[in-house]
């Protein structure tokens, strides 16, 4: 299992855990309480998974993201974005339905699926740290097919040392050739 496949099972851990959590939250506080104080426990109770649920979703994908001072910014608004969203359409629902706890429940399931999209979006990687973080991947040497030196590093295809002039695609064909025995090339599917 790639390391990534195992911090996305942890996030959808992570996901099931909070309403179980919410869940045995508001019985234990409920639990002897008059019914008059059940909406302000519910409130209580989905406050406190929310919060426990950002700093356990931060701890997942933190060693994923890039925190740049920007990054960082947007993920606290991204926090208090969602957390206003969920309320406002939270007390809607309340309004609509009359029905508080109705309006606290859905106040819940708003947060949440604002948040997690907010956090898509804002943690995922731009065009130029994708660049950057290619740069940093060692994929072998490429030499040039005619004299053998050295070209990696160069800002053009064409060999300093012999002068031959080559086009991307047949110095990425040179590379594979020599890293072949590494790494297996995949196999065109023939359509039998
Ligand atoms: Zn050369």
Redesign the pocket.
Known sequence: MTRLLARLLLAFAVVLAAPVFCTALVIVLVEGSSYRMFTLWLSVAQGITALLFIVAWIAVWRGQVVWSRWRRSLTYASVLWSLGVGSTLGLGMAAITNEEEVGIVFAGLFWFVTWIPSTALVWRETARERAARLKTIVVGTVN??????N?TGLHEAR??????QYTLNELFAALQETTGDLEPQATPVSDQ
Request: aromatic share 8%; hydrophobic share 10%; charged share 10%.
């Open positions: 040039c097919p005619n004299c053998g030196y070209m060999c300093p040392e012999c002068g031959t």
